[in-house]
């Protein structure tokens, strides 16, 4: 009985654990008579949950498009653990 209990103290103690996490997002700029631009670039997680973190990662996903003087443009930004 012992045992189970502090198996069962343990995997939850390192399920709850917050950890270091890397986001890496790329991002895609396309516009009309140019050369696309594609970038990537990461963003350091401290000592997150791993749902907290998914979250903070999501958050700079983005996409735009427009249109400037004929020139119509569109970025994407797509960001995974």
């Known amino acids: 009985m012992k045992k ?11 399920l709850s654990c917050k950890k270091d996490y890397v986001c890496t997002c790329k991002m895609h700029l396309e516009a009309t008579g140019f ?11 401290k000592k997150q949950k791993k749902k907290d973190a998914k979250s903070h990662c999501d958050a700079n996903e983005t996409s735009s498009s427009a249109s400037y003087m004929g ?7 797509t960001c995974d653990l």
Request: hydrophobic share 50%; glycine share 0%.
């Open 71 to 77: 020139i119509a443009y569109s970025q994407t930004t």
């Open 35 to 45: 050369a696309s631009v594609d970038s990537t670039y990461t963003i350091d997680l």
């Open 4 to 14: 189970t209990a502090l198996f069962v103290i343990a995997t939850v103690a390192l």
